[in-house]
């Protein structure tokens, strides 16, 4: 590992630049890769506030207008990030069907979005 130049160094395929610790002390806080300033760090949170009522409102929908069967593929692919390959096997069924009851999901929680005045899509 180089350890007074600013050359990288790739460990299990991470990408890592090595900094003497008394160059760090140099960089002003404004300067740094974490600075961000109060403006920033407001727009965030009501982002953040925004993303929450909008995910308490999908999963409302989900329980809502999906069946079991839809509610569930939509859980394991978009929440627990899982391959609609795992999802058939998982549930004994084709891959084919799977597709077919996300894509009939999504379209029901579209449908609910466009009669909700809140949701505009």
């Not at 109060?38 to 009501?46: F, G, S, Y």
């Not at 009939?104 to 909700?116: F, G, M, T, Y």
Request: proline share 4%; hydrophobic share 40%.
């Amino acid at each position: 590992m180089p350890q007074n130049d600013y050359s990288p160094w790739i460990q299990r395929s991470l990408l890592i630049w090595v900094f003497p610790p008394e160059d760090l002390l140099e960089i002003s806080e404004e300067e740094g890769l974490w600075f961000e300033t109060e403006e920033e760090i407001r727009r965030m949170l009501a982002l953040g506030r925004r993303k929450a009522h909008m995910l308490n409102w999908v999963r409302r929908q989900m329980s809502r207008r999906l069946s079991p069967t839809e509610r569930s593929c939509v859980r394991l692919h978009y929440f627990w990030d899982m391959s609609i390959t795992e999802i058939a096997r998982r549930q004994k069924k084709d891959v084919k069907a799977i597709k077919r009851t996300i894509k009939r999901a999504i379209q029901k929680l579209r449908n609910a979005a466009c009669s909700d005045s809140k949701w505009h899509i």
